[in-house]
Antibody
Framework: QVLLQESGPGLVKPSETLSLTCIVS????????WSWIRQPAGKGLEWIGR???????NYNPSLKSRVTMSLDTSKNQFSLKLTSLTAADTAVYYC????????????WGQGTTVTVSS | QSVLTQPPSVSAAPGQKVTISCSGS????????VSWYQQFPGTAPKLLIY???KRPSGIPDRFSGSKSGTSATLGITGLQTGDEADYYC???????????FGGGTKLTVL
Protein backbone atom coordinates (compact mmCIF):
# COMPACT_ATOMS: atom_id res chain seq x y z
CA GLN A 1 0.00 0.00 0.00
CA VAL A 2 1.45 3.32 -1.09
CA LEU A 3 1.37 6.08 1.51
CA LEU A 4 2.21 9.75 1.13
CA GLN A 5 3.29 11.98 4.00
CA GLU A 6 3.74 15.72 3.71
CA SER A 7 6.18 17.54 5.93
CA GLY A 8 7.13 21.16 6.37
CA PRO A 9 6.72 24.21 8.57
CA GLY A 10 3.26 25.03 9.78
CA LEU A 11 3.96 28.76 10.00
CA VAL A 12 5.81 30.90 7.49
CA LYS A 13 6.31 34.66 7.40
CA PRO A 14 5.07 36.82 4.53
CA SER A 15 7.56 37.23 1.67
CA GLU A 16 9.42 34.09 2.75
CA THR A 17 9.69 30.76 0.90
CA LEU A 18 7.66 27.67 1.73
CA SER A 19 9.39 24.32 1.40
CA LEU A 20 7.34 21.14 1.61
CA THR A 21 8.35 17.52 1.12
CA CYS A 22 6.18 14.52 0.34
CA ILE A 23 7.65 11.17 1.33
CA VAL A 24 6.46 8.19 -0.69
CA SER A 25 6.43 4.86 1.12
CA UNK A 26 5.35 1.43 -0.06
CA UNK A 27 6.06 2.02 -3.73
CA UNK A 28 8.33 3.51 -6.34
CA UNK A 29 8.37 7.18 -7.24
CA UNK A 30 9.18 6.44 -10.87
CA UNK A 31 6.58 6.31 -13.66
CA UNK A 32 3.99 8.34 -11.80
CA UNK A 33 2.81 11.94 -11.79
CA TRP A 34 3.20 13.59 -8.39
CA SER A 35 1.07 16.67 -7.74
CA TRP A 36 0.74 19.34 -5.11
CA ILE A 37 -2.78 20.62 -4.45
CA ARG A 38 -3.89 23.16 -1.90
CA GLN A 39 -7.14 24.07 -0.22
CA PRO A 40 -7.76 27.29 1.72
CA ALA A 41 -10.02 26.85 4.71
CA GLY A 42 -13.63 26.45 3.63
CA LYS A 43 -12.76 26.64 -0.06
CA GLY A 44 -12.15 24.35 -3.00
CA LEU A 45 -9.11 22.55 -4.37
CA GLU A 46 -6.40 24.28 -6.41
CA TRP A 47 -3.80 22.32 -8.38
CA ILE A 48 -0.35 23.83 -7.91
CA GLY A 49 1.62 21.63 -10.27
CA ARG A 50 3.19 18.23 -10.82
CA UNK A 51 6.48 16.47 -11.32
CA UNK A 52 6.77 13.25 -13.28
CA UNK A 53 9.06 10.41 -12.31
CA UNK A 54 11.51 11.56 -14.98
CA UNK A 55 11.71 14.99 -13.36
CA UNK A 56 9.55 16.81 -15.93
CA UNK A 57 7.38 19.48 -14.35
CA ASN A 58 4.15 21.32 -15.13
CA TYR A 59 2.99 24.28 -13.06
CA ASN A 60 -0.28 26.16 -12.72
CA PRO A 61 0.28 29.37 -14.74
CA SER A 62 -1.25 31.38 -11.92
CA LEU A 63 1.60 30.28 -9.63
CA LYS A 64 4.31 29.41 -12.12
CA SER A 65 6.57 32.37 -11.37
CA ARG A 66 6.75 31.33 -7.70
CA VAL A 67 6.78 27.51 -7.87
CA THR A 68 9.54 24.95 -8.14
CA MET A 69 9.02 21.20 -7.83
CA SER A 70 11.62 18.48 -7.80
CA LEU A 71 12.03 14.77 -7.27
CA ASP A 72 14.62 12.79 -5.30
CA THR A 73 14.48 9.18 -6.38
CA SER A 74 17.20 8.17 -3.93
CA LYS A 75 15.00 9.26 -1.03
CA ASN A 76 11.70 8.38 -2.71
CA GLN A 77 10.34 11.85 -2.13
CA PHE A 78 9.38 14.98 -3.99
CA SER A 79 9.22 18.59 -2.96
CA LEU A 80 7.55 21.94 -3.46
CA LYS A 81 9.03 25.39 -3.08
CA LEU A 82 6.73 28.41 -3.17
CA THR A 83 8.31 31.84 -2.94
CA SER A 84 7.12 35.33 -2.00
CA LEU A 85 4.39 34.08 0.28
CA THR A 86 1.34 36.14 1.19
CA ALA A 87 -1.65 35.47 3.40
CA ALA A 88 -3.45 34.19 0.29
CA ASP A 89 -1.12 31.17 0.33
CA THR A 90 -2.50 30.03 3.68
CA ALA A 91 -4.05 26.63 3.05
CA VAL A 92 -3.87 22.90 3.59
CA TYR A 93 -1.33 21.52 1.15
CA TYR A 94 -1.77 17.99 -0.19
CA CYS A 95 0.51 15.80 -2.25
CA UNK A 96 -1.11 13.25 -4.54
CA UNK A 97 -0.25 10.58 -7.10
CA UNK A 98 -1.59 9.91 -10.58
CA UNK A 99 -0.67 6.77 -12.45
CA UNK A 100 0.39 7.28 -16.06
CA UNK A 101 -2.49 6.26 -18.31
CA UNK A 102 -5.14 6.58 -15.59
CA UNK A 103 -6.86 9.92 -15.15
CA UNK A 104 -7.48 10.36 -11.46
CA UNK A 105 -5.35 11.02 -8.39
CA UNK A 106 -5.58 7.76 -6.53
CA UNK A 107 -3.31 8.30 -3.54
CA TRP A 108 -3.30 11.42 -1.36
CA GLY A 109 -1.31 12.53 1.63
CA GLN A 110 -3.17 13.56 4.75
CA GLY A 111 -2.36 17.21 4.12
CA THR A 112 -0.31 19.74 6.01
CA THR A 113 -1.61 23.12 7.16
CA VAL A 114 0.48 26.11 6.21
CA THR A 115 -0.24 29.51 7.72
CA VAL A 116 1.41 32.63 6.35
CA SER A 117 1.58 35.22 9.10
CA SER A 118 4.08 37.49 10.75
CA GLN B 1 -14.67 31.20 -10.05
CA SER B 2 -13.86 27.59 -10.96
CA VAL B 3 -13.32 26.47 -14.53
CA LEU B 4 -15.64 23.53 -13.84
CA THR B 5 -19.12 24.37 -12.55
CA GLN B 6 -20.81 22.28 -9.88
CA PRO B 7 -23.95 23.02 -7.86
CA PRO B 8 -22.95 24.26 -4.39
CA SER B 9 -25.24 21.78 -2.68
CA VAL B 10 -27.57 18.86 -3.26
CA SER B 11 -29.72 16.90 -0.88
CA ALA B 12 -31.80 13.75 -0.81
CA ALA B 13 -33.27 11.30 1.65
CA PRO B 14 -31.58 8.11 2.81
CA GLY B 15 -32.00 5.32 0.31
CA GLN B 16 -32.67 7.69 -2.55
CA LYS B 17 -30.49 8.57 -5.53
CA VAL B 18 -28.72 11.85 -6.18
CA THR B 19 -26.75 13.20 -9.12
CA ILE B 20 -24.08 15.89 -9.08
CA SER B 21 -23.30 17.69 -12.29
CA CYS B 22 -20.00 19.13 -13.48
CA SER B 23 -20.02 21.46 -16.44
CA GLY B 24 -16.96 22.48 -18.41
CA SER B 25 -15.86 23.16 -21.96
CA UNK B 26 -14.22 21.54 -24.94
CA UNK B 27 -10.77 22.33 -23.58
CA UNK B 28 -11.34 20.32 -20.43
CA UNK B 29 -14.23 17.87 -19.99
CA UNK B 30 -14.97 17.77 -23.69
CA UNK B 31 -11.61 16.25 -24.56
CA UNK B 32 -10.24 14.76 -21.36
CA UNK B 33 -11.16 12.18 -18.76
CA VAL B 34 -13.03 13.23 -15.63
CA SER B 35 -12.42 12.08 -12.08
CA TRP B 36 -14.50 12.55 -8.94
CA TYR B 37 -13.43 12.90 -5.31
CA GLN B 38 -15.17 12.63 -1.96
CA GLN B 39 -13.94 14.75 0.93
CA PHE B 40 -15.04 14.62 4.55
CA PRO B 41 -14.28 17.61 6.80
CA GLY B 42 -10.69 17.70 7.93
CA THR B 43 -9.58 14.85 5.68
CA ALA B 44 -7.92 14.48 2.30
CA PRO B 45 -9.98 13.95 -0.85
CA LYS B 46 -10.55 10.34 -1.87
CA LEU B 47 -10.79 9.15 -5.46
CA LEU B 48 -14.26 7.83 -6.28
CA ILE B 49 -14.27 7.74 -10.07
CA TYR B 50 -11.48 7.94 -12.66
CA UNK B 51 -11.45 7.81 -16.46
CA UNK B 52 -15.05 9.18 -16.49
CA UNK B 53 -16.72 6.05 -15.17
CA LYS B 54 -14.29 3.62 -13.55
CA ARG B 55 -14.26 2.87 -9.84
CA PRO B 56 -11.05 2.16 -7.91
CA SER B 57 -10.93 -1.01 -5.92
CA GLY B 58 -12.99 -0.69 -2.76
CA ILE B 59 -15.42 1.93 -4.04
CA PRO B 60 -18.96 0.51 -3.93
CA ASP B 61 -21.01 0.33 -7.11
CA ARG B 62 -23.48 2.77 -5.55
CA PHE B 63 -21.14 5.39 -7.00
CA SER B 64 -21.12 5.89 -10.77
CA GLY B 65 -19.76 8.38 -13.24
CA SER B 66 -20.73 9.41 -16.73
CA LYS B 67 -19.75 12.01 -19.28
CA SER B 68 -21.54 13.54 -22.22
CA GLY B 69 -20.02 16.30 -24.30
CA THR B 70 -18.70 18.97 -21.98
CA SER B 71 -20.52 17.78 -18.87
CA ALA B 72 -20.01 14.98 -16.41
CA THR B 73 -22.23 13.51 -13.73
CA LEU B 74 -21.63 11.65 -10.49
CA GLY B 75 -24.47 9.41 -9.37
CA ILE B 76 -24.93 8.00 -5.90
CA THR B 77 -27.67 5.45 -5.23
CA GLY B 78 -28.90 4.01 -1.95
CA LEU B 79 -27.87 7.15 -0.09
CA GLN B 80 -26.51 6.73 3.42
CA THR B 81 -25.90 9.33 6.09
CA GLY B 82 -22.25 8.40 5.80
CA ASP B 83 -22.23 9.77 2.25
CA GLU B 84 -22.58 13.33 3.57
CA ALA B 85 -19.44 15.01 2.27
CA ASP B 86 -18.10 17.41 -0.30
CA TYR B 87 -17.71 16.08 -3.84
CA TYR B 88 -15.35 17.48 -6.46
CA CYS B 89 -14.96 16.82 -10.16
CA UNK B 90 -11.61 17.28 -11.87
CA UNK B 91 -9.99 17.01 -15.26
CA UNK B 92 -7.07 18.27 -17.31
CA UNK B 93 -7.55 21.52 -19.18
CA UNK B 94 -5.63 21.34 -22.44
CA UNK B 95 -5.77 25.09 -23.09
CA UNK B 96 -4.61 26.15 -19.64
CA UNK B 97 -2.31 23.12 -19.18
CA UNK B 98 -3.55 22.64 -15.64
CA UNK B 99 -5.61 20.19 -13.66
CA UNK B 100 -8.86 21.96 -12.86
CA PHE B 101 -11.32 21.18 -10.13
CA GLY B 102 -14.97 22.03 -9.77
CA GLY B 103 -15.95 24.28 -6.91
CA GLY B 104 -17.30 21.34 -4.96
CA THR B 105 -20.79 20.17 -4.04
CA LYS B 106 -21.93 19.59 -0.48
CA LEU B 107 -24.17 16.54 -0.23
CA THR B 108 -26.71 16.46 2.58
CA VAL B 109 -28.57 13.27 3.31
CA LEU B 110 -31.75 14.43 5.00
Amino acid sequence: QVLLQESGPGLVKPSETLSLTCIVSGGSISNYFWSWIRQPAGKGLEWIGRVYGSGTTNYNPSLKSRVTMSLDTSKNQFSLKLTSLTAADTAVYYCARRTNGFYGMDVWGQGTTVTVSS
Amino acid sequence: QSVLTQPPSVSAAPGQKVTISCSGSSSNIGNNYVSWYQQFPGTAPKLLIYDNNKRPSGIPDRFSGSKSGTSATLGITGLQTGDEADYYCATWDSSLSVWVFGGGTKLTVL
